[in-house]
């Protein structure tokens, strides 16, 4: 039989899955992805308790979970499902059937727009905001999950937490969020 691992162990561990994309999304930038674990079973099993050892942490302290198109539809059923909670998918707009809830945010060279469905979000309830990666450059106004977050909100919503598998520390993302963040891993 073997040892069971700590949460801290798996994290070591799920840094192991992590792949280098040089270039990617344009030249300059080395992409880290840590999504590569999903392409073995020993990888989908190690973030699983992972995200169910982290769900424990929020136990009686969220009432749904709010995942990011669209790596964090991958990791936030796993949170919802050890949790026994709804998740509200959070999509670019034209990918949610109308009636959404919309809001529009600036990026360094345009515009996007987030949106939930109508209903999706009951006023008060707690959330937490999943997805893979933070990044947030300082040339972007504002972020996926930063516009997340505040479109949740204004939805009546309770942002309790965001919570990321990987953070990029020298963009400075987390400055300009106005919530909890965890992350598992910041480089």
């Given at each position: 039989m073997s040892p069971i691992n700590s949460f801290k162990d798996d994290v070591k561990e799920?840094?192991?899955?992590?792949?280098?994309?040089?270039?990617?999304?344009?030249?300059?930038?080395?992409?880290?992805?840590v999504l590569s674990a999903f392409n073995s079973a020993e990888g989908?099993?190690?973030i699983s308790r992972v995200l169910q050892n982290y769900a424990e942490s929020l136990r009686g302290k969220v009432d749904c979970v709010a995942m990011l198109e669209s790596r964090g539809f991958l990791l936030g059923p796993i949170i919802?499902?050890?949790?026994n909670i709804p998740?509200?998918?959070?999509?670019?707009k034209g990918n949610l059937p109308n009636p959404v809830f919309e809001l529009s945010y600036?990026?360094?060279y345009g515009e996007d727009t987030v949106v939930i469905q109508l209903g999706s979000v009951q006023k008060g309830n707690r959330i937490v905001v999943v997805d893979d990666f933070l990044?947030?450059?300082v040339f972007l106004l504002?972020?996926?999950l930063q516009a997340a977050t505040t479109l949740l909100k204004n939805a009546g919503g309770i942002v309790v937490e965001c919570f990321v598998l990987m953070e990029k520390l020298e963009l400075k993302g987390r400055e300009k969020l106005d919530?909890?963040?965890?992350?598992?891993?910041?480089?």
């Open positions: 799920l840094l192991e899955f992590v792949q280098y994309f040089p270039d990617f999304p344009k030249p300059g930038i080395l992409y880290k992805d989908v099993n190690l919802a499902l050890h949790l998740c509200v998918p959070v999509c670019k600036s990026l360094e990044a947030t450059g504002i972020g996926t919530c909890h963040i965890t992350c598992l891993v910041s480089e």
